[in-house]
Every structure is written in structure tokens, then in C-alpha cells.
Nanobody, 124 residues
Framework: LQFVESGGGLVQPGGSLRVSCTVSGFTSPYYTIGWFRQVPEKGHEAVSC????????YYADSVKGRFTISRDNAKTTVYLQMNSLQPEDTALYYCTAGGASVRDMCVHFEYEQRGQGTQVTVSS
């Protein structure tokens, strides 16, 4: 799998950003793509996952109501719209992909590969 992530950057508290992840190389039309984030002193957190087939979506409690994940299957691209960003959202955001279910990927961290990530910094 090959990943192209984009859209990170610096934003003030309360602002918005959209990050995108395009994955190529799937051998099946059924796959799951997730967004995770990493903060050096806090480890890794699953932010949101979505699959290519149905409406099954996972959000971490910390982002519910603020972040929205969406997909464009024709482009094998997943977007993460992040609103009302706060300093605690600062992290390296990276996408993951594989054949696991949304729950297995986001709750049990079952993914096959991940991208390099894009930095999101929320600061005034």
C-alpha cells in the first residue's frame, strides 16, 4: 500500500483543518481506512475509522461532535474534517489501512500499514 497524506498545519484554537489520505494498492474493494494521532508523551490514539462498504464509523470520545470523517471510494481517499480544534489536538496525524473492521482497526489497532503522517499544531 502507498499513502499520500496532506492538509496538516498550524491553526489557532477554535479553528478548522481538513486532512486527507489517499491510499493506493488495495487488492480488494472492501477495506478500512483510519486516522490515528501520536503525541510523544502520550502515545497513539485512534481518532476515527471508516470502511468502504457501509456506514460503520468510529470516533474517539475526545473528538465526537468536532471531527467528521468521510470517504471518496472512487479516489480511495478519506478526509478528516477537524473543527473547534484545541491545543490538546496537537499531534502527528497518520492514516492506516487494511481489511479489518472499523472496530478492530480503531479499538484494537489492527491495521496492515500506515502512512508517514502530517503534523497538526493548534496554538495561538
Amino acid at each position: 500500500l502507498q499513502f499520500v497524506e496532506s492538509g496538516g498545519g498550524l491553526v489557532q484554537p477554535g479553528g478548522s483543518l481538513r486532512v486527507s489520505c489517499t491510499v493506493s494498492g488495495f487488492t480488494s474493494p472492501y477495506y478500512t481506512i483510519g486516522w490515528f494521532r501520536q503525541v510523544p508523551e502520550k502515545g497513539h490514539e485512534a481518532v476515527s475509522c471508516i470502511n468502504s462498504r457501509d456506514r460503520d464509523i468510529y470516533y474517539a470520545d475526545s473528538v465526537k461532535g468536532r471531527f467528521t470523517i468521510s470517504r471518496d471510494n472512487a479516489k480511495t481517499t478519506v478526509y478528516l474534517q477537524m473543527n473547534s480544534l484545541q491545543p490538546e489536538d496537537t499531534a502527528l496525524y497518520y492514516c492506516t489501512a487494511g481489511g479489518a473492521s472499523v472496530r478492530d482497526m480503531c479499538v484494537h489497532f489492527e491495521y496492515e500499514q500506515r502512512g508517514q503522517g502530517t503534523q497538526v499544531t493548534v496554538s495561538s
